[in-house]
């Protein structure tokens, strides 16, 4: 499901399910973390096979963990936490490549890398209001810092899509190119220990945990009340 390459300087990851538009399971989530918090490359380059970026948290799995109780779904829950926590805190310095659409998780995942960069064909959602959930993943903590409170409520209120050139204009994404994977080379041709120097400092925030543990209890509670509600579904 997670294919690496390292190339020169830069480790590529690829989310690589297709056939689920990547979207992440337990066993990926854990291979995610190791493939980028476990490289001596300065830079990661972070993208989705198939003409999506990832579709974030299989269904499958979140309906399973519902129907286990709230146990499983804490652990599903830290678990994602902990690898968008991983990626944020890796040393390397990670740029997500969008291309095609980023849901839910996807969103999630990207806003844990450092810089996001999308194709003019990217799209971006946060769809879990229209489920009754939300995006546990950090996403209530990361999305606002990104883009601001009203952009984040807007966007997860309403669950709506927003293409590549108004995700640039609210601050989701810093770049709009062909080739994403450029920028992380361009990346790649600076200094590794001020590229890590930089991302320490810039990204230094002792009270994010404190603040995903609320989210995850206020998940748990919401999915733990109505999984009954909930089937296998993509």
């Given at each position: 499901?997670?294919?690496?390459?390292?190339?020169?300087?830069?480790?590529?990851?690829?989310l690589?399910?297709?056939?689920?538009?990547?979207?992440?399971?337990?066993?990926?989530?854990?291979?995610?973390?190791?493939?980028?918090?476990?490289?001596?490359?300065p830079?990661?380059?972070?993208?989705?096979?198939?003409?999506?970026?990832s579709?974030?948290?299989?269904?499958?799995?979140?309906?399973?963990?519902?129907?286990?109780?709230?146990?499983?779904?804490?652990?599903?829950?830290?678990?994602?936490?902990?690898?968008?926590?991983?990626?944020?805190?890796?040393?390397?310095?990670?740029?997500?490549g969008?291309?095609?659409?980023?849901?839910?998780?996807?969103?999630?995942?990207?806003?844990?890398c450092?810089?996001?960069?999308?194709?003019?064909?990217?799209?971006f959602?946060e769809?879990?209001?229209?489920l009754?959930?939300?995006?546990?993943?950090?996403?209530?903590v990361?999305?606002?810092?990104?883009?601001?409170?009203?952009?984040?409520?807007?966007?997860?209120?309403?669950?709506?899509?927003?293409?590549?050139?108004?995700?640039?204009?609210?601050?989701?994404?810093?770049?709009?190119?062909?080739?994403?994977?450029s920028?992380a080379?361009?990346?790649?041709?600076?200094?590794?220990?001020?590229?890590?120097?930089?991302?320490?400092?810039?990204?230094?925030?002792?009270?994010r945990?404190?603040?995903?543990?609320r989210?995850?209890?206020?998940?748990?509670?919401?999915?733990?009340?109505r999984?009954?509600?909930?089937?296998?579904?993509?």
């Open positions: 499901m997670i294919r690496t390459e390292d190339d020169g300087d830069v480790r590529v990851v690829t690589d399910r297709p056939e689920r538009r990547n979207a992440l399971t337990l066993e990926g989530l854990a291979d995610l973390e190791r493939a980028v918090a476990g490289t001596e490359q830079v990661v380059y972070l993208t989705g096979a198939g003409g999506a970026f579709a974030g948290a299989d269904f499958d799995v979140v309906s399973e963990a519902g129907a286990e109780g709230r146990a499983a779904i804490e652990a599903f829950v830290e678990r994602g936490q902990r690898t968008m926590r991983a990626i944020e805190a890796a040393e390397s310095a990670v740029v997500a969008v291309d095609g659409p980023a849901r839910g998780g996807g969103v999630e995942l990207a806003l844990a450092d810089i996001r960069v999308a194709t003019p064909g990217a799209t959602a769809t879990g209001v229209s009754g959930l939300f995006g546990a993943w950090g996403g209530t990361r999305l606002p810092e990104v883009v601001g409170t009203g952009d984040a409520l807007d966007l997860s209120l309403s669950g709506r899509t927003v293409d590549a050139e108004t995700a640039l204009r609210m601050g989701l994404v810093q770049r709009v190119v062909p080739e994403p994977r920028v080379e361009e990346l790649a041709g600076n200094d590794p220990d001020a590229l890590r120097a930089l991302k320490r400092l810039v990204r230094a925030d002792g009270d945990e404190a603040r995903e543990a989210e995850r209890e206020a998940f748990v509670d919401l999915l733990s009340g999984a009954a509600d909930l089937g296998a579904g993509d």
